[in-house]
């Protein structure tokens, strides 16, 4: 059984650096063709991919989000991590981590971890 469990802080000021870290537990983050994914879901709003990191290391990001975004890799410690830059209010949010398979779709999530964006 694979789980996912997401850290890191829960109020940030703005312009600040959203740092959240995901902590895989019961399979490997390098396992082939998964791709570990950050999603977030602001109040009242739909859920938001913010970007991925494959099996490889390579990465990928929501063209939106990509000039403030930073998803990186610590494959001896089994867990992935976001960098958010220059954070506002708009980026308070729910964030999740979350496993998704090409073939099978998103299959483990974490349980999500409430952001502040506030002074």
């Known amino acids: 059984q694979v789980q996912l469990q997401e850290s890191g802080p829960g109020l940030v000021k703005p312009s600040q650096t959203l740092s959240l870290t995901c902590t895989v537990s019961?399979?490997?983050?390098?396992?082939?063709?998964?791709?570990w994914s950050w999603i977030r879901q602001p109040p009242g709003k739909h859920l938001e991919w913010m970007g991925a990191i494959f099996y490889t290391g390579s990465t990928y990001y929501s063209p939106s989000l990509k000039s403030r975004t930073s998803i990186s890799r610590d494959t001896s410690k089994n867990q992935f991590t976001l960098q958010l830059t220059s954070v506002t209010p708009e980026d308070t949010a729910v964030y999740y981590c979350?496993?998704?398979?090409?073939?099978?779709?998103?299959?483990?999530w974490g349980q999500g971890t409430q952001v502040t964006v506030s002074s």
């Open positions: 979350a496993r998704d398979h090409e073939l099978v779709g998103y299959d483990y």
């Open positions: 019961g399979g490997s983050i390098t396992t082939n063709y998964y791709y």
